[in-house]
Structures are given as structure tokens and as C-alpha cells.
């Protein structure tokens, strides 16, 4: 069973709408959550980080995370069609940057 | 700042080949890992370095993956001999360590015939 599950696999929006994407992890030594952003012919680029439960917002980006169910989405409001990307989850235990990556969501933001 | 650096970024090999993959990572950091990413497998960990130490090999990579830093500053992955199935993006990225962000570079795209 893959340690990082993302949902769904793709998902349009569109221009200015809301984006949800969703991660779950069947591994309870997972202390530490990120989403990654990849565009097309580049390596992926971190988004934001979120540690503690709770909510974690940086402009149009809010991540939750529910560490009881090991849950963690992003949430990007009034999406733009350069948003339209590869969204990974990724997520590490305590005391290494070893980072388990899910297999990713496809949004594309419709203008 | 300069960031992750990765060359070349599109390599063509035949089967059978050695081919060097080259990363620079970012100034100061002490972590470095190589990814592969294919559409199928998503993003694999092939190795993991910590301030020049070994610290994972991905075993099913084992076999005909060596990774290795040189230095702090320069590592490199070795593919021998290659096989059509190793076709993907190989990822380095680098960071800090712990839990600091992991920055990647833009990859290495490489097709085995």
C-alpha cells in the first residue's frame, strides 16, 4: 500500500474558482506534511509546509492538517490558469528530510 | 542564489550504455537526494545523502544505480548498464536538512533505445 495517498487525480477549476485537493497517509511516523507544485519541464518547487494541526494560510494557498486521521489538504482560492499544475503531497518523519511523495493531482484552471 | 543544478538536461543512451548524471546542489545545504519520476511510478527515491554520507540506496536500484558526492558540492548518478525501462526524469534536490524544504532541480531526461 503506498505510504501517501493523494485524491483526486486530476481536477479543472475554473478561472477564480476554488481548488481542493486532498492526502491522506496510512503512516503514523509521519510528523511532517508539504505540497509541491511541478509545471511542465521543471523539478518540483515547495509550496508551503504545515507541521501542527490546524490551518496554514500564504495568499490564495490554505493547507489543513488532521494529524488524528493523518489528513492534510490545500485549498487554492480564486484560482489562475498558471496554477494549472502537478500537485504533489509529500510527507516525512521527524529527524530526516527524507520525503515520501503521493502520486500527485493534475489541476488545470480553465480561463 | 543559485539553486539546484542538473546536467545535461536531456540525455539519449542505447541500451547498455554507462551514462553519468551530473547534480550541483544548492550552497551550504546537507542533505541530497536523487528522484526518479515516471508516470507510472510517480517520484521513487534512488538515494539519499547526509553531509556526504550515504544514508539510503533505494534497494530495487541497487543493482545498476550508483550514486555518489564527491564533495559537498558535486554529485553524480551512474546508470550502467542501462536498460529501456530506466527512460524517466532523474531528479536531485538538495536541503538543509531535517525539516527544512527540499529544493529540486530541473532534471535530466533520459531515453534508453
Known amino acids: 500500500q503506498q505510504k501517501v495517498q493523494q485524491s483526486p487525480e486530476s481536477l479543472s477549476v475554473p478561472e477564480g474558482g476554488m481548488a481542493s485537493l486532498n492526502c491522506t497517509s496510512s503512516d503514523r511516523n509521519f510528523q511532517y506534511f508539504w505540497w509541491y507544485r511541478q509545471h511542465s519541464g521543471e523539478g518540483p518547487k515547495a509550496l508551503m509546509?504545515?507541521?501542527?494541526?490546524g490551518d496554514k494560510k500564504e495568499g490564495r494557498f490554505t493547507a489543513h492538517l488532521n494529524k488524528a486521521s493523518l489528513h492534510v489538504s490545500l485549498h487554492i482560492r480564486d484560482s489562475q490558469p498558471s496554477d494549472s499544475a502537478l500537485y504533489f503531497c509529500a510527507a516525512s518523519e521527524a529527524n530526516t528530510g527524507k520525503l515520501t511523495f503521493g502520486d500527485g493531482t493534475v489541476l488545470t484552471v480553465k480561463p | 542564489d543559485a539553486g539546484v543544478t542538473q546536467t545535461p538536461r536531456h540525455e539519449v543512451a542505447e541500451k547498455g550504455q554507462t551514462i553519468i548524471l551530473k547534480c550541483e546542489p544548492v550552497?551550504?545545504?546537507?542533505?541530497l537526494f536523487w528522484y526518479r519520476q515516471t508516470k507510472i511510478q510517480g517520484l521513487e527515491l534512488l538515494s539519499y545523502?547526509?553531509?556526504?554520507?550515504?544514508?539510503?540506496d533505494g534497494g530495487a536500484f541497487k543493482d545498476r544505480f550508483k550514486a555518489e558526492m564527491l564533495n559537498s558540492s558535486f554529485s553524480t548518478l551512474k546508470i550502467q548498464p542501462t536498460e529501456p525501462k530506466d527512460s524517466a526524469v532523474y531528479l536531485c534536490?538538495?536541503?538543509?536538512?531535517?525539516?527544512?524544504?527540499?529544493?529540486f532541480g530541473s532534471g535530466t531526461r533520459l531515453t534508453v533505445l
Open positions: 534536490a538538495s536541503s538543509l536538512g531535517g525539516a527544512e524544504t527540499l529544493y
Open positions: 550552497s551550504g545545504h546537507n542533505d
Open positions: 509546509s504545515i507541521f501542527s494541526d
Open positions: 545523502f547526509r553531509s556526504k554520507s550515504l544514508m539510503e
